[in-house]
Protein backbone atom coordinates (compact mmCIF):
# COMPACT_ATOMS: atom_id res chain seq x y z
CA UNK A 1 0.00 0.00 0.00
CA UNK A 2 1.80 3.46 -0.80
CA UNK A 3 2.86 5.56 1.67
CA UNK A 4 0.03 8.44 0.93
CA UNK A 5 -2.85 6.22 0.97
CA UNK A 6 -2.53 5.28 5.19
CA UNK A 7 -4.97 7.33 7.24
CA UNK A 8 -3.63 8.69 10.53
CA UNK A 9 -6.54 8.86 11.92
CA UNK A 10 -6.76 5.39 12.30
CA UNK A 11 -3.52 5.61 14.17
CA UNK A 12 -3.69 8.83 15.69
CA UNK A 13 -3.05 7.60 19.86
CA UNK A 14 -5.00 4.29 18.63
CA UNK A 15 -2.43 2.35 21.11
CA UNK A 16 -2.81 4.15 23.95
CA UNK A 17 -6.35 5.04 23.51
CA UNK A 18 -6.65 1.00 23.50
CA UNK A 19 -4.77 0.48 26.52
CA UNK A 20 -6.72 2.91 28.68
CA UNK A 21 -10.28 0.92 28.34
CA UNK A 22 -11.40 -1.28 30.73
CA UNK A 23 -10.77 -4.49 27.70
CA UNK A 24 -6.77 -2.46 27.40
CA UNK A 25 -5.13 -5.25 28.99
CA UNK A 26 -3.19 -6.52 25.80
CA UNK A 27 -2.38 -3.14 24.72
CA UNK A 28 -1.10 -1.77 27.76
CA UNK A 29 0.97 -4.79 27.92
CA UNK A 30 2.14 -3.80 24.59
CA UNK A 31 2.88 -0.09 25.75
CA UNK A 32 4.87 -1.76 28.47
CA UNK A 33 6.98 -4.05 26.20
CA UNK A 34 7.70 -0.97 23.97
CA UNK A 35 8.78 1.42 26.64
CA UNK A 36 10.01 -0.44 29.64
CA UNK A 37 13.76 -0.11 28.56
CA UNK A 38 13.54 3.73 28.02
CA UNK A 39 11.78 4.30 31.40
CA UNK A 40 14.90 2.00 32.91
CA UNK A 41 17.40 4.14 30.91
CA UNK A 42 15.81 7.43 32.43
CA UNK A 43 16.24 5.59 36.53
CA UNK A 44 19.36 4.63 35.42
CA UNK A 45 20.56 7.81 34.00
CA UNK A 46 19.14 9.64 37.55
CA UNK A 47 21.93 7.14 39.80
CA UNK A 48 19.40 4.47 39.90
CA UNK A 49 21.69 1.44 40.59
CA UNK A 50 20.73 -1.75 37.79
CA UNK A 51 18.51 -3.36 40.15
CA UNK A 52 16.92 -0.71 41.70
CA UNK A 53 16.74 0.69 38.21
CA UNK A 54 14.58 -2.45 37.22
CA UNK A 55 12.73 -2.54 40.24
CA UNK A 56 11.41 1.32 40.06
CA UNK A 57 10.51 0.49 36.26
CA UNK A 58 8.46 -2.67 37.14
CA UNK A 59 6.54 -0.32 40.02
CA UNK A 60 6.03 2.79 37.70
CA UNK A 61 4.80 0.66 34.93
CA UNK A 62 2.65 -1.30 37.68
CA UNK A 63 1.35 1.93 39.74
CA UNK A 64 -0.19 3.25 35.96
CA UNK A 65 -2.00 -0.08 35.81
CA UNK A 66 -3.30 0.03 39.39
CA UNK A 67 -4.32 3.31 38.97
CA UNK A 68 -5.34 3.27 35.47
CA UNK A 69 -3.42 6.38 34.24
CA UNK A 70 -4.14 5.54 30.82
CA UNK A 71 -7.78 6.01 30.93
CA UNK A 72 -6.88 9.43 31.96
CA UNK A 73 -4.45 10.50 28.98
CA UNK A 74 -5.49 13.24 27.33
CA UNK A 75 -4.17 13.04 23.35
CA UNK A 76 -5.02 16.73 23.08
CA UNK A 77 -1.91 17.94 25.69
CA UNK A 78 0.89 16.23 23.56
CA UNK A 79 2.62 13.05 22.57
CA UNK A 80 3.04 10.18 24.65
CA UNK A 81 6.86 10.26 25.15
CA UNK A 82 6.61 13.51 27.22
CA UNK A 83 3.58 12.49 28.94
CA UNK A 84 5.16 9.35 29.78
CA UNK A 85 8.82 11.02 30.83
CA UNK A 86 6.60 13.09 33.00
CA UNK A 87 4.99 10.56 35.07
CA UNK A 88 8.54 8.61 35.25
CA UNK A 89 10.16 12.06 36.75
CA UNK A 90 7.09 12.35 39.65
CA UNK A 91 7.54 9.04 40.42
CA UNK A 92 11.07 9.26 41.01
CA UNK A 93 10.80 12.05 42.76
CA UNK A 94 7.89 10.16 45.47
CA UNK A 95 9.95 6.93 45.10
CA UNK A 96 13.22 8.72 46.72
CA UNK A 97 11.12 11.26 49.46
CA UNK A 98 10.10 7.33 50.50
CA UNK A 99 13.30 5.85 50.47
CA UNK A 100 14.22 9.25 52.46
CA UNK A 101 11.47 8.54 54.67
CA UNK A 102 12.19 5.01 55.56
CA UNK A 103 15.70 6.11 56.22
CA UNK A 104 14.79 8.24 58.72
CA UNK A 105 12.17 6.14 60.49
CA UNK A 106 15.39 2.85 60.59
CA UNK A 107 17.42 5.06 62.28
CA UNK A 108 14.96 5.35 64.80
CA UNK A 109 14.18 1.71 65.91
CA UNK A 110 16.22 -0.56 67.73
CA UNK A 111 18.44 -2.78 66.02
CA UNK A 112 15.98 -6.35 66.71
CA UNK A 113 13.01 -4.62 64.97
CA UNK A 114 15.02 -3.09 62.37
CA UNK A 115 16.65 -7.00 61.51
CA UNK A 116 12.63 -7.95 61.96
CA UNK A 117 11.76 -5.31 59.19
CA UNK A 118 15.15 -6.53 56.87
CA UNK A 119 13.82 -10.08 57.02
CA UNK A 120 9.81 -9.30 56.27
CA UNK A 121 11.36 -6.70 53.60
CA UNK A 122 13.41 -9.99 51.72
CA UNK A 123 10.58 -12.30 51.80
CA UNK A 124 8.07 -9.97 50.46
CA UNK A 125 10.30 -9.15 47.42
CA UNK A 126 10.75 -12.67 46.82
CA UNK A 127 7.68 -13.45 46.57
CA UNK A 128 6.80 -10.82 44.05
CA UNK A 129 9.82 -11.59 42.10
CA UNK A 130 8.22 -14.67 41.91
CA UNK A 131 5.14 -13.02 40.67
CA UNK A 132 6.02 -10.52 38.04
CA UNK A 133 3.19 -10.23 35.62
CA UNK A 134 4.03 -10.37 31.99
CA UNK A 135 2.53 -6.60 32.16
CA UNK A 136 5.50 -4.71 34.30
CA UNK A 137 8.39 -7.23 33.99
CA UNK A 138 11.19 -6.33 31.90
CA UNK A 139 11.62 -7.45 28.19
CA UNK A 140 13.87 -9.29 26.42
CA UNK A 141 15.78 -7.48 24.34
CA UNK A 142 19.40 -6.69 23.12
CA UNK A 143 20.69 -4.37 26.61
CA UNK A 144 23.44 -3.47 25.00
CA UNK A 145 21.24 -1.81 21.99
CA UNK A 146 18.92 -0.09 23.85
CA UNK A 147 20.57 1.71 27.31
CA UNK A 148 23.06 4.68 26.89
CA UNK A 149 26.33 4.18 26.99
CA UNK A 150 27.35 7.37 27.50
CA UNK A 151 25.05 9.66 29.81
CA UNK A 152 24.43 13.27 28.78
CA UNK A 153 21.39 13.98 30.85
CA UNK A 154 18.21 11.80 32.14
CA UNK A 155 16.38 13.02 29.30
CA UNK A 156 18.80 12.87 26.46
CA UNK A 157 19.06 9.74 27.44
CA UNK A 158 15.18 8.90 27.65
CA UNK A 159 14.83 10.04 24.39
CA UNK A 160 18.06 8.15 22.64
CA UNK A 161 16.47 5.00 24.44
CA UNK A 162 13.10 5.57 23.21
CA UNK A 163 14.63 6.49 19.52
CA UNK A 164 16.93 3.11 19.89
CA UNK A 165 13.79 1.12 20.24
CA UNK A 166 11.66 2.48 18.25
CA UNK A 167 13.97 1.75 15.49
CA UNK A 168 14.24 -2.12 16.66
CA UNK A 169 10.70 -2.23 16.19
CA UNK A 170 10.43 -0.66 12.79
CA UNK A 171 13.18 -3.70 11.83
CA UNK A 172 11.04 -6.23 13.55
CA UNK A 173 8.55 -4.93 11.24
CA UNK A 174 10.58 -4.92 8.17
CA UNK A 175 12.00 -8.77 8.88
CA UNK A 176 8.94 -10.34 9.65
CA UNK A 177 7.17 -8.44 6.08
CA UNK A 178 10.47 -10.18 4.38
CA UNK A 179 9.57 -13.66 6.20
CA UNK A 180 5.97 -13.79 5.14
CA UNK A 181 7.29 -12.91 1.54
CA UNK A 182 10.09 -15.46 1.29
CA UNK A 183 12.87 -13.02 1.34
CA UNK A 184 14.11 -12.76 4.51
CA UNK A 185 17.68 -14.22 3.92
CA UNK A 186 18.17 -11.59 1.85
CA UNK A 187 17.05 -9.15 4.02
CA UNK A 188 19.40 -10.09 6.81
CA UNK A 189 21.99 -10.45 4.41
CA UNK A 190 21.43 -6.47 3.36
CA UNK A 191 20.75 -5.22 7.13
CA UNK A 192 24.51 -7.33 8.06
CA UNK A 193 26.15 -5.57 5.21
CA UNK A 194 24.55 -2.30 6.35
CA UNK A 195 25.47 -2.42 10.29
CA UNK A 196 28.40 -3.44 9.36
CA UNK A 197 27.91 -6.93 11.23
CA UNK A 198 29.52 -10.45 10.17
CA UNK A 199 27.61 -12.20 8.07
CA UNK A 200 27.46 -16.30 8.57
CA UNK A 201 27.98 -16.75 5.09
CA UNK A 202 29.96 -15.65 2.06
CA UNK A 203 27.97 -14.03 -0.79
CA UNK A 204 28.48 -16.92 -2.91
CA UNK A 205 27.50 -19.51 0.17
CA UNK A 206 24.03 -17.66 0.59
CA UNK A 207 23.38 -17.14 -2.74
CA UNK A 208 24.44 -21.08 -3.45
CA UNK A 209 21.84 -21.75 -0.41
CA UNK A 210 18.95 -19.26 -2.40
CA UNK A 211 19.44 -21.25 -5.47
CA UNK A 212 20.66 -18.69 -7.67
CA UNK A 213 23.49 -18.59 -9.74
CA UNK A 214 25.93 -16.54 -8.58
CA UNK A 215 26.86 -14.20 -5.84
CA UNK A 216 26.45 -11.21 -8.55
CA UNK A 217 22.62 -12.28 -8.80
CA UNK A 218 22.44 -11.84 -4.86
CA UNK A 219 24.11 -8.44 -4.56
CA UNK A 220 21.60 -7.61 -7.62
CA UNK A 221 18.83 -8.63 -5.25
CA UNK A 222 19.98 -6.55 -2.49
CA UNK A 223 20.48 -3.60 -3.98
CA UNK A 224 16.76 -3.54 -5.32
CA UNK A 225 15.78 -4.54 -2.10
CA UNK A 226 17.57 -1.51 -0.52
CA UNK A 227 15.57 0.97 -2.72
CA UNK A 228 12.29 -1.20 -2.12
CA UNK A 229 12.62 -1.10 2.04
CA UNK A 230 13.76 2.41 2.06
CA UNK A 231 9.48 3.82 1.61
CA UNK A 232 8.67 0.77 3.51
CA UNK A 233 11.01 1.57 6.69
CA UNK A 234 9.47 5.23 5.83
CA UNK A 235 5.78 3.49 6.15
CA UNK A 236 6.47 1.52 9.26
CA UNK A 237 7.85 4.19 11.11
CA UNK A 238 5.45 6.91 10.72
CA UNK A 239 3.03 4.40 11.46
CA UNK A 240 4.64 3.50 14.88
CA UNK A 241 5.01 7.07 15.87
CA UNK A 242 1.21 7.77 14.59
CA UNK A 243 0.69 5.78 17.83
CA UNK A 244 1.88 7.97 20.30
CA UNK A 245 1.31 11.66 18.96
CA UNK A 246 -1.96 13.57 18.36
CA UNK A 247 -1.70 15.31 15.68
CA UNK A 248 -0.11 14.57 11.95
CA UNK A 249 2.12 17.25 12.03
CA UNK A 250 4.30 16.01 15.23
CA UNK A 251 5.19 12.49 13.15
CA UNK A 252 8.14 14.63 11.21
CA UNK A 253 8.79 16.36 14.72
CA UNK A 254 9.02 13.31 16.42
CA UNK A 255 11.30 11.76 14.04
CA UNK A 256 13.74 15.37 13.88
CA UNK A 257 13.62 15.26 18.07
CA UNK A 258 14.97 11.75 18.43
CA UNK A 259 17.56 12.33 16.18
CA UNK A 260 18.53 15.03 18.11
CA UNK A 261 19.14 12.22 21.36
CA UNK A 262 21.28 9.49 19.06
CA UNK A 263 24.89 10.04 19.18
CA UNK A 264 24.62 8.64 15.54
CA UNK A 265 21.84 8.49 13.20
CA UNK A 266 21.41 5.17 12.53
CA UNK A 267 19.94 5.77 9.60
CA UNK A 268 16.79 6.59 10.81
CA UNK A 269 16.12 9.42 8.56
CA UNK A 270 18.15 10.88 5.42
CA UNK A 271 17.43 15.04 4.95
CA UNK A 272 16.63 15.71 1.38
CA UNK A 273 16.72 19.92 1.87
CA UNK A 274 15.50 22.28 4.31
CA UNK A 275 12.46 21.10 6.39
CA UNK A 276 12.46 17.64 4.53
CA UNK A 277 13.07 14.74 6.76
CA UNK A 278 12.18 10.71 5.04
CA UNK A 279 12.92 7.52 6.89
CA UNK A 280 14.92 5.12 5.81
CA UNK A 281 17.09 2.00 7.43
CA UNK A 282 19.43 2.36 4.67
CA UNK A 283 23.20 4.18 5.29
CA UNK A 284 24.99 5.46 2.50
CA UNK A 285 27.01 2.08 1.83
CA UNK A 286 26.26 0.36 -1.55
CA UNK A 287 24.36 -2.96 -1.26
CA UNK A 288 26.99 -4.55 -3.82
Not at 44 to 52: D, H, K, V
Not at 71 to 87: I, T, Y
Not at 115 to 135: C, H, M, N, P, Q
Not at 204 to 220: H, I
Request: charged share 30%; aromatic share 8%.
Amino acid sequence: MPESNLRFETTRWSLVLRAGRDDGRQAASELCTRYWWPVFAFFRSQGAREQEAADITQEFFGDIDRRRDLSRVDPERGRFRSWLRACAKNHLYRYRKAQRALKRDEDQLPLSAAAAIDAKATAVTATADGERSSLTAAPHTDRSVIEPKDSLTPEHDFNRSWALALHARVMGRLRAHYADIGKLEIFLSLEAMLSGADCELSDWELSQALGMRDEGTLRVARCVMKKQAAPLYRRYLRAEIGETVSDQRDIDHEIRELLVALSQPLGIVERRGAGDVRASPLGERRAG
